[in-house]
């Protein structure tokens, strides 16, 4: 019985560590999106006011 406990605490904290990368990953592609998006926006604006 107790062998059966300590194999299920395992595998909820090892799930919960993946769920923290899996959660990190994603924020940091989030970012990398937000930058490229910004990246871009500036293009336009300076592209913008050169040909005013």
Same mark, same amino acid.
């Given at each position: 019985?107790?062998?059966?406990?300590?194999? @299920?605490?395992?595998?909820?904290?090892?799930?919960?560590?993946?769920?923290?990368?899996?959660?990190?990953?994603?924020?940091?592609?989030?970012?990398?999106?937000?930058?490229?998006?910004?990246?871009?926006?500036?293009r336009y604006k300076n592209a913008d006011q050169? @040909?005013?």
């Amino acid at each position: 019985m107790m062998e059966k406990e300590r194999s @299920y605490k395992q595998t909820s904290s090892e799930n919960k560590n993946r769920g923290f990368s899996e959660t990190n990953h994603n924020r940091e592609q989030q970012n990398e999106t937000d930058q490229l998006i910004q990246s871009e926006k500036m293009r336009y604006k300076n592209a913008d006011q050169i @040909y005013e």
